[in-house]
């Protein structure tokens, strides 16, 4: 039986793509497209998920009610007349008008989020999740959940205290203290099994709760208006203070009293400040995430929660005034303060008090049944969601109804542990400091959706702004610091603490977060704002384009420590006609992100399609980047040459040899690449490669032909799994030694084994038996580190950095000391080697040159740790007219070639990396092919002889006109 699914369902899957060290990934082929991949994994969670059958619940009692019981809580009945007796009407007024502004404006952020798509379980967190993204989803989801935890304590507490009062208000000191905790302890009980039993049953009970709260409610507000003047406390005529002779009185309520209730000096001196009480009775306008926490069991939710929450929210406000009305008319400011329970003693008889208790009571309870409900189905979706390790278990739906009761179990753990505070007072100001960050976030969250511009972002629900948003935002972040900084501080904190542990951790996700819209805002912003023709030295860095090589691994991870923060493009060419390779390019572009995701590398595949490979590159030369952020340095490997005599330079031979091949398979990443890269410039013609280079040079960019660069040593690889692989490697060329026959392997340049220690040995020595001596002997200068080398010719160079001699690096070798000196920053680098300069001197060399040369890197701040100065011999290059005129003159080329090589060797002992300056292109005559492909051949015959058994080597050419080092500040 086939099971369809639909994109809801594979979005609202928790799952998501493999962490890098899931072994079930075969690393031995190209992986399949992410998107495939997430769909696989995103249909295996829903058809996990989605089995148990959803609750059907309507506005009224999936919502409203929720939300009406859990804002007119414990608060209502215990601390509102407290509260007046602090502040006076206009001060609790204040009070309310603030949480209430705060609840609002938070509802219509909220309300135009729920409306934007399909809302589903996990209310609050799955809003912000989804919008913000996994590290903000899940840290303030963990938060919204501690606050529900709080909230399950503090309306126990409540309910407790409630009791105590007035069966028990004769108790006093510690035996109150553990009579408050048994009577929480034995509600918080009563709730965990009505919650194990499911939403159903909540929302049943909920109506008749309901019906009992506003029953007591009416009750209380007929007597406060309607009853004479009579003394509370059983009455009594004992003061309600030792501070004061007023007494415990109902007063008949007058306008009068309520006017001189307004606004008043605290009689005492002993009231509580405006930011105490307002951490009290702030928690009287939270609950108006019920309805969204119970988003998954809604039958509509995207109408339901708008609707009921404001509906709840207007009648709250209502019952508020009309209970502050009545408190401020009957009663003085002495007896609201001290006595918590008058709107029990206010009520006819017997029969009345004890429908208001109930009412307190119930009031409590199901406030606490709410938070216990709404934080269990947070939890249960950051748990399906795979945020955190170790929380399977929390993943759990039963059958009917999808209740999540592993985690109402944990919630009731972590309530009772809460209860043993004892008091609403210390509870009330850690839950403000909870909600009013998780309040901020939706806010935030809408205005950030607002702000991102992002065309699919557009709510059914229109009473909203960006500047609704951003003022709900800022107000919450206000009150929280403003009632009690140090919780707001704790809570602050504990959120950016989970926030960068899930930054790190890097959960993959395919939710549409609205990050990926503020990027894609900012970056297209600032791109925009980017001007070439602006460019300035001192904000050059290198943005590299490595044409890909299906054998140099060490030179994908060498470009991507070589950018130093600038753009790295992998380009890689398909020949053919492009209607026909479209789903060939789509699966080498899903491939290529896997491979750079899989090696941490911060860099872009960019695929070209072409008749040619050179017209490929050309392409990618041409075309990538996007406006100022565009490659200036094009980094290729050198030509492997099909001549029987040559030295394979650029990485192992591709020949066709069936052995060769099944090695290479064993190598995972190694032939990993090979799938990945159609065509390479070491493959092409010796002609088209010259070409290539030339068009670089057009183009005005830099090339960087690299040599050897499979025998860099794997310690200097930084991304793990390439190391491993080029380790592979080692060992698979080492095997095919045994298996190949001598006439194949001799053509194969032998990666270096693990250097060992060497006696230190003076320069002078090291090159007593070459054609190069010593202009000035450095004798107490021992070379006995590792190295990166740059060797110079200094006749190549004026040393003068005016304007007209710095461009193109003709008065001094910039960009080869600049791409030296920025290898070294790595710390692997670093640490591995330092900096050595080789320079070449004819007999005009003089002290003064000397002495330029100098000043020269000291101005330019680079960091050499050692200079060699070496006499060249009477032996010269000879010119490419020459070599025209004379095909004899190849020998002395190559013979030229050689002897530079057999110096560089013979210093190169520790030496872990060469840069050079790339040797002069050979002419290209439009007229005469052969001729051409004739000096092409004979140049790339005198760069093997040059780079044969040298260390991994970078020959460098500068292309770009301005300077890449600048001295100015």
């Known amino acids: 039986m086939t099971t369809n699914h639909t994109d809801a369902q594979v979005e609202a899957a928790a799952p998501l793509l493999p962490k890098s060290g899931d072994n079930s990934i075969d690393i031995l082929h190209p992986s399949d497209s992410d ?87 996990g209310g609050s967190y799955y809003m912000i999740s989804r919008t913000l993204g996994p590290e903000f989803g899940g840290s303030i989801g963990l938060l919204f959940y501690a606050a529900y935890c709080v909230g399950v304590a503090f309306y126990c507490t409540g309910f407790a205290e409630e009791i105590v009062e007035t069966w028990h208000n004769d108790v006093e000191g510690s035996a109150k203290f553990w009579l408050v905790i048994m009577y929480a302890s034995s509600i918080c009980g009563v709730c965990l099994a009505i919650a194990l039993a499911g939403a159903r049953w909540f929302t049943k009970i909920n109506v008749f709760l309901f019906f009992w709260q506003f029953l007591a409610i009416f009750i209380s507000l007929i007597a406060v208006f309607f009853r004479g003047t009579f003394h509370l406390e059983n009455q009594t005529t004992e003061a309600c203070s030792a501070d004061t002779d007023e007494y415990f009185y109902h007063y008949a309520w007058t306008w009068s009293h309520f006017t001189e209730m307004w606004s008043f000096v605290c009689s005492t001196g002993n009231c509580a400040s405006f930011a105490i009480t307002f951490g009290v009775l702030f928690p009287a306008a939270t609950g108006i995430m019920e309805g969204a926490n119970l988003s998954g069991d809604l039958a509509n939710p995207t109408y339901s929660i708008p609707v009921g929450t404001l509906s709840a929210i207007a009648t709250a406000i209502c019952v508020y005034v009309a209970l502050i009305f009545s408190f401020a008319g009957a009663f003085n400011q002495c007896t609201l303060r001290h006595d918590t329970t008058i709107m029990q003693e206010s009520a006819w ?39 955190f390790p170790y929380m399977s278990w929390f993943e759990y739906g039963s059958a009917a109804g999808d209740e999540p009761r592993t985690c109402v179990l944990l919630t009731w753990v972590l309530a009772q542990a809460l209860i043993f505070i004892g008091s609403i007072n210390a509870i009330a100001p850690i839950s403000t400091s909870f909600f009013c960050l998780s309040y901020c976030t939706v806010n935030f969250s809408c205005f950030l959706l607002e702000i991102s511009g992002t065309p699919n972002f557009r709510p059914s629900f229109q009473f909203y702004s960006w500047h609704t948003c951003l003022l709900g935002t800022v107000s919450n972040l206000a009150v929280m610091f403003f009632v009690d900084w140090r919780f707001a501080l704790v809570a602050l904190v504990c959120e950016i603490a989970v926030f960068i542990y899930l930054l790190y951790r890097a959960p993959q996700t395919l939710w549409g977060d609205v990050t990926a819209a503020l990027i894609f805002h900012q970056v297209r912003k600032y791109l925009l704002r980017l001007d070439t023709r602006k460019a300035h030295s001192k904000t050059w860095r290198p943005s590299i384009l490595l044409l890909a090589d299906d054998a140099d691994i060490a030179l994908i991870d060498f470009c991507n420590n070589l950018k130093k923060g600038g753009l790295y493009v992998i380009g890689s060419a398909v020949v053919g006609d492009f209607a026909y390779q479209v789903e060939t390019v789509q699966k080498l572009r899903a491939d290529w992100i896997q491979f750079v995701d899989d090696n941490a590398l911060k860099a872009f595949p960019q695929i070209a399609v072409a008749s040619t490979v050179r017209a490929g590159y050309e392409n990618l030369i041409l075309l990538s980047g996007l406006g100022a952020m565009r490659p200036n340095t094009i980094v290729l490997p050198l030509l492997r040459l099909k001549l029987p005599s040559s030295q394979v330079i650029s990485s192992l031979d591709r020949a066709d040899n069936n052995v060769v091949e099944e090695e290479e398979k064993k190598t995972s990443d190694s032939f990993r690449l090979k799938a990945l890269v159609q065509t390479t410039p070491a493959e092409m013609d010796a002609l088209d490669y010259t070409k290539l280079c030339r068009n670089i040079l057009r183009f005005k960019r830099n090339i960087v032909m690299t040599a050897n660069m499979h025998s860099l040593d794997s310690e200097l690889v930084v991304s793990e799994r390439l190391a491993q692989a080029i380790e592979e490697q080692y060992a698979s060329t080492d095997l095919l030694n045994n298996k190949v026959s001598d006439e194949r392997t001799s053509n194969i340049q032998q990666p270096p084994k693990k250097k060992t220690p060497k006696t230190k040995t003076t320069a002078a020595a090291a090159t007593a038996a070459n054609y190069w001596t010593f202009a000035s002997k450095k004798e107490s200068q021992n070379i006995g580190n590792e190295w990166v080398d740059i060797w110079l010719f200094a006749e190549d160079y004026s040393l003068n950095l005016d304007a007209e001699h710095a461009a193109m690096d003709r008065g001094f070798p910039m960009l080869i000391m600049q791409f030296a000196h920025i290898l070294l920053t790595n710390k692997v680098w670093d640490k591995a080697a330092g900096l050595r300069v080789f320079l070449l001197v004819g007999d005009e060399w003089s002290d003064d040159d000397q002495q330029r040369f100098s000043a020269i890197v000291k101005d330019l701040r680079l960091d050499v740790d050692s200079v060699v100065v070496l006499k060249q011999t009477a032996l010269r290059r000879p010119s490419w007219q020459s070599i025209i005129a004379d095909e004899s003159e190849k020998q002395r080329l190559l013979k030229y070639y050689q002897s530079l090589n057999e110096t560089i060797v013979s210093l190169s002992s520790q030496t872990y990396f060469t840069f050079l300056r790339m040797p002069d292109l050979p002419p290209i005559d439009s007229n005469d092919e052969d001729m051409n492909h004739n000096l092409c051949t004979i140049h790339f015959e005198a760069l093997y002889a040059l780079l044969q058994n040298m260390p991994p080597t970078a020959l460098i050419c500068t292309g770009e006109t301005l300077p890449v080092i600048s001295m100015d500040i």
């Not at 996990?48 to 009945?77: D, E, R, W």
């Not at 215990?78 to 938070?106: D, H, K």
């Open 35 to 121: 998107n495939d991949h997430y769909a696989r994994s995103s249909i295996a969670a829903v058809e996990q998920h989605s089995a148990p059958s959803k609750n059907k619940l309507g506005t009224i009692n999936g919502c409203y009610v929720p939300c009406l019981l859990n804002i007119m809580g414990i608060i209502l009945f215990e601390r509102l007349g407290w509260g007046v007796g602090q502040l006076g009407v206009s001060g609790v007024f204040l009070v309310f008008v603030i949480a209430e502004f705060q609840a609002i404006l938070t509802v219509l952020s909220l309300s135009a989020i729920v409306t934007n798509g399909t809302m589903r379980g």
């Open 349 to 387: 008889g017997d029969v009345g008090t004890y429908l208001v208790v109930a009412g307190v009571m119930i009031s409590a309870s199901s406030s606490a049944l709410g938070s216990l409900f709404g934080g269990s189905r947070v939890l249960q979706a950051i748990a399906r969601d795979q945020l």
